[in-house]
């Protein structure tokens, strides 16, 4: 357990005796509060607020922030006022403990909901005042170190929550120091023989890579030395769970991931940093494609650097990182570093200025959702998103989720351009609104006096921001006018058809609606010009019950899937329905989603026929879809050659092979297809049981067989 004069000991080294006192006060404060509490280890309850002040001190925070952290539990487990915090300190530690306190007294249904209203408060806190996050994120890691004396489920439970929210959090605010072992020790919580396992295997790797490691980190210095650039060269292996997550969204084995380690160069200047970029190239063969200059233009959290992926001494590809020290800490510590005061006033770094702005638009967005849990859920799905970079006719650089469009942008500079944006120029040409936009280029927006804003935007809309400004507007509007433009796009809908919405009987009509889950056509119309409802699915919808009584299927609204609906209609990557299986659609903002009927993801939705309705395949379609199979065989040379030719006789492609080594006898297949339907897969299937040394093959259905569960 760690003392307080350990501590104070630490903070000697940069804080004044007045500045380490009001600590010590903070202490003695809180050692009476939690008098009697005990963690759940048997230590007094005490050592918790001491191990969540020490984790600051690495990243010298100031007196305010180490008192916090010694007082953050006091409102929340001792039922101290806020007002008392205040008047035995000062308002900003008592701002910072009020900041970080789990709300109380909610009178909530699930504790999603009261999870989702502490976050909220958590957010609000940290746009007074950016320390609040800090504070927090300290909090959870030790609470992450000491995790293993919870029962079972809460520790799921938390791990869960700290690798959805906390540590991409922790990484969105730069501080990657504590995003890495948040990462770590959630993955080891949550998946802790896949964590055993993949931890055997790099330090194998470890192992008989050292040689060759240490022969390019010695290349580096040499010529390092001989251009008289001061520098330190350090190997980096990368930390586990971003091993096993490429592993994952790459379906690759261990082996196959070939860059688990990289280099840092650290230098003293900017400048030295682009000529040791220009020393590696000399000594190392560049990739294409693998160099970001992160110095000239720095990452959202403010992180800089420059990447550069080289070949290495034996073939194999390595990554290579140059900063500065300065960019270094940032890099480690984010908002953390460099906590300034400076009479009374702080001087935000980069970080901390970026952070900042990150916040505000939280909270800009906070405004356009009913519920803290809808809030929470956008969050988490946008924290840290690919990036891409923009410039305005100005030279400005506008900063956006990779795969954005101009709408994105427009919105990006100011809500009112997004609402006012009728046309766009990318480099001074003419282009559609719809097009996705690429790092580099300038983006001009064009407007008209009136809005222009259309719910076809969110058809192409990709951020959070945009979306959300988007159906705010739309939701705004009254409902007439609501109404007006949800006939008039489902008038569009149905003439593409061949079909006038005032030539439908009524009491078919009526019945499709009700089929459909809406009351009344009005209310219909309302939600197809409020975005909610996608007025070329809706129309096709009601085609399909109108032409039921001239169809086989059974009574209910039916779907027809063609597959030339573009990107109303898309697939379930989770199931991935192919034709012949029996399939029902999901209604979401973005359009249609089909699953299958088996599929796990669509059983909260199935009885909710505003939600989901049945739909069917098409008799001829003419497309291709992707199906996962497994086969197991007992191995021996030229097998995979032999399945490959099997499969491309066919007529079908092969999307993606993984290869798995089961035993020394046995080997595993796990491949994606381009089939038409079932027959065709089936089909295949049945030639490929027939080859010699096969021993078992099925289609893999669910999301979950799909992960990978064997490391070498």
Same mark, same amino acid.
């Given at each position: 357990?760690?003392?307080?004069?350990?501590?104070?000991?630490?903070?000697?080294?940069?804080?004044?005796?007045?500045?380490?006192?009001? #600590?010590?006060?903070?202490?003695?404060?809180?050692?009476?509060?939690?008098?009697?509490?005990?963690?759940?280890?048997?230590?007094? @309850?005490?050592?918790?607020?001491?191990?969540?002040?020490?984790?600051?001190?690495?990243?010298?925070?100031?007196?305010?922030?180490?008192? +916090?952290?010694?007082?953050?539990?006091?409102?929340?487990?001792?039922?101290?006022?806020?007002?008392?915090? !205040?008047?035995?300190?000062?308002?900003?530690?008592?701002?910072?403990?009020?900041? *970080?306190? =789990?709300?109380?007294?909610?009178?909530?249904?699930?504790?999603?909901?009261?999870?989702?209203?502490?976050?909220?408060?958590?957010?609000?806190?940290?746009? %007074?005042?950016?320390?609040?996050?800090?504070?927090?994120?300290?909090?959870?890691?030790?609470?992450?170190?000491?995790?293993?004396?919870?029962?079972?489920?809460?520790?799921?439970?938390?791990?869960?929550?700290?690798? !959805?929210?906390?540590?991409?959090?922790?990484?969105?605010?730069?501080?990657?120091?504590?995003?890495?072992?948040?990462?770590? &020790?959630?993955?080891?919580?949550?998946?802790? $023989?896949?964590?055993?396992?993949?931890?055997?295997?790099?330090?194998?790797?470890?192992?008989?890579?050292?040689?060759?490691?240490?022969?390019?980190?010695?290349?580096?210095?040499?010529?390092?030395?001989?251009?008289?650039?001061?520098?330190? *060269?350090?190997?980096?292996?990368?930390?586990?769970?971003?091993?096993?997550?490429?592993?994952?969204?790459? =379906?690759?084995?261990?082996?196959?991931?070939?860059?688990?380690?990289?280099? /840092?160069?650290?230098?003293?200047?900017?400048?030295?940093?682009? /000529?040791?970029?220009? #020393? *590696?190239?000399?000594?190392?063969?560049?990739?294409?494609?693998?160099?970001?200059?992160?110095?000239?233009?720095?990452?959202?959290?403010? @992180?800089?650097?420059?990447?550069?992926?080289?070949?290495?001494?034996?073939?194999?590809?390595?990554?290579?990182?140059?900063?500065?020290?300065?960019?270094?800490?940032? +890099?480690?510590?984010?908002?953390?570093?460099?906590?300034?005061?400076?009479?009374? !006033? &702080?001087?935000? $770094?980069?970080?901390?200025?970026?952070?900042?702005?990150? *916040?505000?638009?939280?909270?800009?967005?906070?405004?356009?959702?009913? $519920?803290?849990?809808?809030?929470?859920?956008?969050?988490?799905?946008?924290?840290?998103?690919?990036?891409?970079?923009?410039?305005?006719? !100005?030279?400005?650089?506008?900063?956006?989720?990779?795969?954005?469009?101009?709408?994105?942008?427009? @919105?990006?500079?100011? $809500?009112?351009?997004?609402?006012?944006?009728?046309?766009?120029?990318?480099?001074? =040409?003419?282009?559609?609104?719809?097009?996705?936009?690429?790092?580099?280029?300038?983006?001009?927006?064009?407007?008209? /006096?009136?809005?222009?804003?259309?719910?076809?935007?969110?058809?192409?809309?990709?951020?959070?921001?945009? &979306?959300?400004?988007?159906?705010?507007?739309?939701?705004?509007?009254?409902?007439?006018?609501?109404?007006?433009?949800?006939?008039?796009?489902?008038?569009?809908?149905?003439?593409?058809?061949?079909?006038?919405?005032?030539?439908?009987?009524?009491?078919?009509?009526?019945?499709?609606?009700?089929?459909?889950?809406?009351?009344?056509?009005?209310?219909?119309?309302?939600?197809?010009?409020?975005?909610?409802?996608?007025?070329?699915? #809706?129309?096709?919808?009601?085609?399909?019950?109108?032409?039921?009584?001239?169809?086989?299927?059974?009574?209910?609204?039916?779907?027809?899937?063609?597959?030339?609906?573009?990107?109303?209609?898309?697939?379930? %990557?989770?199931?991935?329905?192919?034709?012949?299986?029996?399939?029902?659609?999901?209604?979401?903002?973005?359009?249609?989603?089909?699953?299958?009927?088996?599929?796990?993801?669509?059983?909260?939705?199935?009885?909710?026929? +505003?939600?989901?309705?049945?739909?069917?395949?098409?008799?001829?379609?003419?497309?291709?879809?992707?199906?996962?199979? &497994?086969?197991?065989?007992?191995?021996?040379?030229?097998?995979?050659?032999?399945?490959?030719?099997?499969?491309?006789?066919?007529?079908?492609?092969?999307?993606?092979?993984?290869?798995?080594?089961?035993?020394?006898?046995?080997?595993?297949?796990?491949?994606?297809?381009?089939?038409?339907?079932?027959?065709?897969?089936?089909?295949?299937?049945?030639?490929?049981?027939?080859?010699?040394?096969?021993?078992?093959? %099925?289609?893999?259905?669910?999301?979950?067989?799909?992960?990978?569960?064997?490391?070498?």
């Amino acid at each position: 357990m760690e003392s307080i004069e350990a501590l104070s000991k630490k903070l000697s080294d940069y804080l004044k005796p007045s500045q380490i006192e009001q #600590v010590h006060k903070a202490y003695e404060f809180a050692h009476e509060a939690h008098s009697g509490q005990f963690r759940t280890n048997g230590d007094p @309850y005490v050592s918790h607020p001491i191990a969540v002040a020490n984790i600051l001190s690495s990243f010298h925070m100031d007196e305010d922030s180490l008192s +916090a952290a010694m007082l953050h539990d006091v409102i929340e487990d001792c039922g101290v006022p806020k007002r008392i915090i !205040e008047e035995k300190f000062n308002k900003n530690v008592a701002d910072l403990v009020d900041g *970080v306190s =789990k709300l109380d007294q909610l009178d909530m249904a699930s504790s999603a909901e009261v999870d989702a209203e502490n976050f909220q408060k958590m957010i609000l806190a940290m746009s %007074n005042d950016m320390r609040v996050i800090v504070v927090k994120l300290a909090d959870r890691l030790h609470n992450m170190r000491t995790i293993e004396f919870l029962e079972k489920d809460k520790q799921k439970r938390k791990a869960k929550e700290t690798l !959805e929210i906390y540590a991409p959090l922790a990484h969105r605010i730069g501080m990657n120091h504590v995003y890495r072992e948040l990462e770590d &020790r959630s993955f080891k919580v949550l998946y802790p $023989t896949r964590y055993r396992r993949l931890r055997v295997a790099l330090k194998k790797n470890r192992g008989n890579q050292k040689r060759l490691l240490n022969k390019i980190k010695r290349a580096l210095e040499k010529k390092l030395v001989d251009q008289g650039i001061p520098a330190y *060269v350090e190997g980096r292996e990368k930390h586990t769970y971003s091993v096993y997550r490429k592993m994952k969204i790459n =379906k690759r084995s261990f082996e196959e991931i070939i860059d688990v380690s990289a280099f /840092k160069v650290i230098v003293d200047n900017a400048d030295n940093c682009y /000529k040791t970029l220009g #020393v *590696v190239h000399n000594i190392f063969k560049p990739i294409e494609g693998r160099f970001k200059d992160y110095i000239s233009i720095p990452k959202s959290n403010g @992180y800089q650097s420059i990447h550069t992926g080289v070949i290495g001494l034996d073939g194999q590809p390595i990554e290579i990182q140059i900063k500065t020290s300065d960019m270094n800490e940032m +890099a480690e510590n984010g908002i953390a570093s460099h906590w300034i005061y400076k009479m009374g !006033e &702080r001087i935000e $770094t980069g970080p901390q200025q970026k952070a900042r702005r990150w *916040v505000s638009d939280l909270l800009e967005l906070r405004d356009n959702f009913d $519920t803290s849990k809808d809030f929470i859920e956008s969050v988490k799905t946008n924290i840290f998103p690919d990036e891409i970079y923009v410039f305005t006719p !100005e030279g400005k650089i506008i900063q956006l989720t990779a795969g954005s469009t101009a709408i994105d942008f427009a @919105y990006a500079v100011h $809500t009112d351009i997004g609402h006012h944006c009728r046309a766009c120029r990318i480099n001074r =040409k003419l282009a559609p609104l719809s097009v996705p936009l690429e790092s580099g280029q300038t983006i001009e927006i064009l407007t008209e /006096k009136l809005p222009q804003t259309s719910p076809a935007w969110l058809n192409f809309a990709v951020t959070s921001r945009a &979306r959300n400004s988007i159906r705010h507007y739309l939701s705004n509007l009254k409902k007439s006018e609501a109404r007006k433009l949800g006939k008039k796009l489902l008038e569009q809908s149905l003439g593409s058809l061949n079909v006038k919405l005032r030539h439908l009987q009524k009491d078919k009509l009526t019945e499709a609606l009700k089929a459909i889950g809406v009351k009344s056509l009005n209310k219909l119309l309302e939600e197809i010009g409020l975005g909610n409802r996608v007025g070329n699915v #809706v129309a096709r919808q009601i085609i399909g019950f109108l032409n039921q009584e001239n169809s086989d299927k059974n009574s209910g609204l039916f779907l027809e899937i063609t597959g030339t609906e573009g990107l109303v209609v898309n697939y379930g %990557n989770c199931c991935k329905p192919i034709p012949g299986d029996s399939v029902i659609g999901h209604f979401t903002s973005g359009g249609l989603v089909v699953h299958q009927e088996r599929c796990k993801n669509i059983l909260p939705f199935r009885q909710d026929p +505003a939600q989901c309705f049945p739909v069917y395949w098409h008799e001829e379609l003419d497309r291709e879809f992707s199906a996962d199979i &497994r086969i197991q065989a007992y191995d021996e040379p030229g097998l995979l050659a032999t399945l490959a030719s099997t499969i491309t006789n066919s007529e079908t492609n092969i999307e993606s092979v993984q290869t798995l080594e089961i035993d020394i006898d046995h080997v595993e297949f796990n491949m994606t297809l381009q089939v038409k339907g079932r027959d065709h897969l089936a089909s295949i299937m049945k030639k490929i049981r027939k080859l010699k040394n096969i021993s078992s093959i %099925n289609r893999i259905h669910d999301q979950e067989l799909r992960e990978v569960s064997t490391i070498h």
